[in-house]
Protein backbone atom coordinates (compact mmCIF):
# COMPACT_ATOMS: atom_id res chain seq x y z
CA UNK A 1 0.00 0.00 0.00
CA UNK A 2 1.23 3.50 -1.02
CA UNK A 3 1.40 6.00 1.82
CA UNK A 4 -1.06 9.10 1.21
CA UNK A 5 0.81 12.16 -0.74
CA UNK A 6 1.01 15.18 1.94
CA UNK A 7 -0.61 18.30 0.34
CA UNK A 8 2.77 20.41 0.72
CA UNK A 9 4.50 17.63 -1.19
CA UNK A 10 4.19 18.78 -4.49
CA UNK A 11 4.01 22.63 -4.47
CA UNK A 12 7.36 22.02 -2.58
CA UNK A 13 8.37 19.59 -4.73
CA UNK A 14 7.78 22.11 -7.59
CA UNK A 15 10.02 25.50 -5.69
CA UNK A 16 12.51 22.84 -4.90
CA UNK A 17 12.99 22.44 -8.72
CA UNK A 18 13.03 26.03 -9.32
CA UNK A 19 15.18 27.31 -6.83
CA UNK A 20 19.37 27.61 -7.92
CA UNK A 21 20.81 25.35 -5.84
CA UNK A 22 18.58 22.26 -4.90
CA UNK A 23 16.65 21.95 -8.37
CA UNK A 24 15.86 18.71 -9.22
CA UNK A 25 18.45 16.81 -7.01
CA UNK A 26 16.63 18.28 -4.20
CA UNK A 27 12.88 18.56 -5.67
CA UNK A 28 13.04 15.03 -7.24
CA UNK A 29 13.95 13.16 -4.24
CA UNK A 30 11.50 15.31 -2.28
CA UNK A 31 8.75 14.61 -3.80
CA UNK A 32 9.56 10.64 -4.71
CA UNK A 33 10.24 10.29 -0.36
CA UNK A 34 7.06 12.24 -0.10
CA UNK A 35 4.95 9.78 -1.71
CA UNK A 36 4.56 10.85 -5.00
CA UNK A 37 5.01 8.03 -7.60
CA UNK A 38 7.70 7.89 -9.51
CA UNK A 39 6.69 8.80 -12.83
CA UNK A 40 4.51 11.82 -11.80
CA UNK A 41 6.96 12.92 -9.58
CA UNK A 42 9.57 13.01 -12.79
CA UNK A 43 7.13 14.18 -15.19
CA UNK A 44 6.29 17.32 -12.66
CA UNK A 45 9.61 18.25 -11.46
CA UNK A 46 11.68 17.68 -14.91
CA UNK A 47 8.91 20.04 -16.22
CA UNK A 48 9.74 22.74 -13.36
CA UNK A 49 13.35 22.46 -14.07
CA UNK A 50 12.95 22.72 -17.57
CA UNK A 51 11.14 26.41 -16.67
CA UNK A 52 14.46 27.34 -15.92
CA UNK A 53 16.46 27.53 -19.39
CA UNK A 54 13.55 29.99 -20.46
CA UNK A 55 12.63 31.92 -17.29
CA UNK A 56 16.72 33.02 -16.76
CA UNK A 57 17.02 33.91 -20.46
CA UNK A 58 13.85 36.43 -20.25
CA UNK A 59 15.56 38.16 -16.88
CA UNK A 60 18.92 38.31 -18.67
CA UNK A 61 16.79 39.85 -21.48
CA UNK A 62 14.68 42.35 -19.68
CA UNK A 63 15.52 42.78 -15.72
CA UNK A 64 19.30 42.02 -15.42
CA UNK A 65 19.40 45.24 -17.29
CA UNK A 66 18.01 47.50 -15.33
CA UNK A 67 19.63 46.15 -12.08
CA UNK A 68 22.70 45.73 -13.88
CA UNK A 69 23.27 49.41 -12.91
CA UNK A 70 23.77 49.16 -9.17
CA UNK A 71 26.83 48.71 -8.05
CA UNK A 72 26.28 45.79 -5.71
CA UNK A 73 24.60 43.73 -8.39
CA UNK A 74 26.30 44.36 -10.88
CA UNK A 75 29.36 43.27 -8.48
CA UNK A 76 27.57 40.15 -7.38
CA UNK A 77 26.90 39.24 -11.39
CA UNK A 78 29.98 39.44 -12.86
CA UNK A 79 31.28 36.85 -10.11
CA UNK A 80 28.29 34.58 -11.01
CA UNK A 81 28.76 35.05 -14.72
CA UNK A 82 33.02 34.29 -14.16
CA UNK A 83 32.47 31.21 -12.42
CA UNK A 84 29.70 30.20 -15.00
CA UNK A 85 32.17 30.99 -17.51
CA UNK A 86 34.63 28.84 -16.17
CA UNK A 87 32.67 25.63 -14.96
CA UNK A 88 30.72 25.96 -18.53
CA UNK A 89 33.41 26.83 -21.41
CA UNK A 90 35.40 23.47 -21.87
CA UNK A 91 32.34 21.76 -22.49
CA UNK A 92 30.94 23.82 -24.57
CA UNK A 93 33.89 25.01 -26.50
CA UNK A 94 34.61 20.87 -27.20
CA UNK A 95 31.16 19.46 -27.85
CA UNK A 96 29.09 22.70 -28.35
CA UNK A 97 25.29 22.81 -27.54
CA UNK A 98 25.89 18.73 -26.91
CA UNK A 99 28.45 19.64 -24.01
CA UNK A 100 25.67 21.94 -22.76
CA UNK A 101 23.05 18.99 -22.26
CA UNK A 102 25.98 16.16 -21.12
CA UNK A 103 26.88 19.51 -18.48
CA UNK A 104 23.51 19.95 -17.16
CA UNK A 105 22.52 16.68 -17.47
CA UNK A 106 25.04 15.85 -14.11
CA UNK A 107 23.36 16.28 -11.23
CA UNK A 108 26.06 17.35 -9.00
CA UNK A 109 26.00 20.95 -7.47
CA UNK A 110 26.35 23.80 -9.72
CA UNK A 111 25.92 21.75 -12.99
CA UNK A 112 22.27 22.48 -13.36
CA UNK A 113 20.03 24.47 -15.87
CA UNK A 114 20.42 27.94 -14.38
CA UNK A 115 24.27 27.57 -14.80
CA UNK A 116 23.94 26.06 -18.19
CA UNK A 117 21.16 28.80 -18.82
CA UNK A 118 23.76 31.48 -17.58
CA UNK A 119 27.37 29.63 -19.23
CA UNK A 120 24.91 29.92 -22.70
CA UNK A 121 24.03 33.13 -22.35
CA UNK A 122 27.81 34.08 -21.70
CA UNK A 123 29.18 32.26 -24.30
CA UNK A 124 26.60 33.67 -26.90
CA UNK A 125 24.80 30.71 -27.80
CA UNK A 126 21.62 30.30 -29.36
CA UNK A 127 18.89 31.27 -26.92
CA UNK A 128 16.11 28.82 -28.77
CA UNK A 129 19.09 25.56 -29.50
CA UNK A 130 20.10 26.24 -25.58
CA UNK A 131 16.67 26.09 -23.89
CA UNK A 132 16.53 22.76 -25.97
CA UNK A 133 19.42 20.90 -24.77
CA UNK A 134 18.83 22.75 -21.54
CA UNK A 135 15.59 20.61 -21.38
CA UNK A 136 17.05 17.35 -22.46
CA UNK A 137 19.64 18.08 -20.20
CA UNK A 138 17.20 18.39 -17.05
CA UNK A 139 15.10 15.21 -18.81
CA UNK A 140 18.65 13.00 -18.31
CA UNK A 141 19.44 14.79 -14.78
CA UNK A 142 15.97 13.55 -13.81
CA UNK A 143 16.45 10.12 -15.03
CA UNK A 144 19.82 9.69 -13.06
CA UNK A 145 18.38 11.18 -9.83
CA UNK A 146 15.09 8.71 -9.74
CA UNK A 147 17.49 6.00 -10.20
CA UNK A 148 20.09 6.76 -7.78
CA UNK A 149 16.89 7.43 -4.87
CA UNK A 150 15.15 4.50 -6.37
CA UNK A 151 17.47 2.28 -6.36
CA UNK A 152 19.19 3.48 -3.29
CA UNK A 153 15.81 3.46 -1.30
CA UNK A 154 15.81 -0.42 -2.54
CA UNK A 155 19.03 -1.26 -1.53
CA UNK A 156 18.41 0.50 2.03
CA UNK A 157 15.22 -1.86 2.52
CA UNK A 158 16.78 -4.66 1.67
CA UNK A 159 19.49 -4.50 4.16
CA UNK A 160 17.58 -3.13 6.98
CA UNK A 161 15.21 -6.59 6.40
CA UNK A 162 18.00 -8.63 6.62
Not at 86 to 102: C, D, F, N, S, T
Not at 117 to 128: E, K, N, P, Q
Request: hydrophobic share 55%; with cysteine.
Amino acid sequence: MTPAVNPNTIPLSLLLCLLPISELRGGLPFALAGGVPPLPAYLMCVAANALVGPLVFLFLSSLHRLLDRWPAYHRFFERLVERSRRKIHGAVERYGYWGLMVFVAIPFPLTGAYTGALGAWVLGMRRGKAILFIALGVVLSGAVVSLVYLLGVHALDFFLKK
